[in-house]
Nanobody, 128 residues
Framework: QVQLVESGGGSVQAGGSLRLSCTASGYTSSQYYMGWFRQGSGSMRLSIATINLSNNRTHYAESAKDRFTLSPDNAKNTLYLQINSLGSEDSDMYYC?????????????????????WGQGTQVTVSS
């Protein structure tokens, strides 16, 4: 059973940066997609960026290309999400997700429906 644990969220001033971490356990293969998503209370879960761990091929939502950066550390089974120039619109619960893939070369899906395993989330609150 794959388990994902997010950390790194918190309260930050507008203009600041955060690095979120997602540590995975329970899988032995690199043939997984992983990704970061966000969701506000009563809102749909939105895609930020995803990665195919087989070849580190990434897929960013258009809205995330400027300020969000994925960084995998395969040795630590950890996926980082760097967020820069935070604004109040970034306040949300951030979730990490993973799913096994049979295609080591595929572009990882952005849709949250493409992911089977989810962490509990880490809250990001940005104050102005």
């Amino acid at each position: 059973q794959v388990q994902l644990v997010e950390s790194g969220g918190g309260s930050v001033q507008a203009g600041g940066s955060l690095r979120l971490s997602c540590t995975a356990s329970g899988y032995t293969s690199s043939q997984y997609y992983m990704g970061w998503f966000r969701q506000g209370s009563g809102s749909m879960r939105l895609s930020i960026a995803t990665i195919n761990l087989s070849n580190n091929r990434t897929h960013y939502a258009e809205s995330a290309k400027d300020r969000f950066t994925l960084s995998p550390d395969n040795a630590k089974n950890t996926l980082y999400l760097q967020i820069n120039s935070l604004g109040s619109e970034d306040s949300d619960m951030y979730y990490c997700a993973a799913s096994k893939t049979a295609n080591p070369y595929a572009l990882p899906p952005l849709s949250p429906f493409g992911y089977e395993y989810w962490g509990q989330g880490t809250q990001v609150t940005v104050s102005s």
